[in-house]
C-alpha cells in the first residue's frame, strides 16, 4: 500500500464548477499538507501549504485536513480553463522530506 | 526573482554514458533536494541536502550520486546510466512554503 494514494483522474468539469480533489495517507505522523500545481512541461509549484488539521482558503482555492480520517482535499472554486492542469498533493512529517501523490490531470472545458 | 535552473532540459544518452545534470538556485536556501517523476509513481525523492558537505539518501538512490560542494549548486550524477533511470527529473530548493522546483530535466537513456 502507498503512503499517499490520489486517484490519476483524468477528471473533464465544465468551466463555473466546483472541484474536488483528493489524497488519502497511512502515516499518522504526517503534519504538514500540500497541494502542488504542475502544468505540462513545467516543474510543480506550490498552491496550499497547511499544517495539521482544518481548512485554509486562498482565492478560489480552499484546502481542507482530516487528520482523524487521514483524508485532504483541493475545492476550487468557478473553475477556469487556466486550472487546466496535475494537480499533486504531498506531505512530510518534518518540513523537509515531502511524499507526493501520483497527481490528478483536471481539465477544465470552456 | 526567486529561481532554480536546471541543466540540460533535454538529455538522450546511451546506457552506461556518465552523465551530470546541474542545478542552480539563487535564494540562499540550505535545502535542497532531488526527485524522478514516472507515470503512475508521482514524484520520488532521489537525495537530499541539509547544507554543504551534507547529503543524504531519499527513497530511490539506486543508480545515483550527488555533490554539495557549495551553497547555490546541488548536481546529479549518474555514473553508469540504465534504461530504467529514464524518467522525469527535478531539483528542488528550500522547504515547506519557501520550496521551488526547477522546470525539469527529461532524460531517454537508450
Known amino acids: 500500500q502507498k503512503e499517499v494514494e490520489q486517484d490519476p483522474g483524468p477528471l473533464s468539469v465544465p468551466e463555473g464548477a466546483i472541484v474536488s480533489l483528493n489524497c488519502t495517507y497511512s502515516?499518522?505522523?504526517?503534519?504538514?499538507f500540500m497541494w502542488y500545481r504542475q502544468y505540462s512541461r513545467k516543474g510543480p509549484e506550490l498552491l496550499m501549504y497547511?499544517?495539521?488539521?482544518g481548512n485554509k482558503e486562498d482565492g478560489r482555492f480552499t484546502a481542507q485536513v482530516d487528520k482523524s480520517s487521514k483524508y485532504i482535499s483541493l475545492f476550487i472554486r468557478d473553475s477556469q480553463p487556466s486550472d487546466s492542469a496535475t494537480y499533486l498533493c504531498?506531505?512530510?512529517?518534518?518540513?523537509?522530506?515531502?511524499?507526493f501523490g501520483q497527481g490528478t490531470r483536471l481539465t477544465i472545458n470552456p | 526573482e526567486a529561481q532554480v535552473t536546471q541543466n540540460p532540459r533535454y538529455l538522450i544518452t546511451v546506457t552506461g554514458k556518465k552523465l551530470t545534470v546541474t542545478c542552480s538556485q539563487n535564494?540562499?536556501?540550505?535545502?535542497m533536494s532531488w526527485y524522478r517523476q514516472d507515470p503512475g509513481l508521482g514524484l520520488r525523492q532521489i537525495y537530499y541536502?541539509?547544507?554543504?558537505?551534507?547529503?543524504d539518501k531519499g527513497d530511490v538512490p539506486e543508480g545515483y550520486k550527488v555533490s554539495r560542494k557549495e551553497k547555490r549548486n546541488f548536481p546529479l550524477i549518474l555514473e553508469s546510466p540504465s534504461p530504467n533511470q529514464t524518467s522525469l527529473y527535478f531539483c528542488?530548493?528550500?522547504?515547506?512554503?519557501?520550496?521551488?522546483f526547477g522546470p525539469g530535466t527529461r532524460l531517454l537513456v537508450l
Open positions: 535564494m540562499n536556501h540550505e535545502y
Open positions: 504531498a506531505m512530510s512529517v518534518g518540513a523537509q522530506k515531502l511524499v
Open positions: 497547511t499544517y495539521s488539521s
Open positions: 502515516n499518522s505522523a504526517f503534519q504538514y
Open positions: 541536502s541539509m547544507n554543504v558537505e551534507v547529503t
Open positions: 528542488a530548493s528550500g522547504v515547506g512554503e519557501t520550496q521551488y
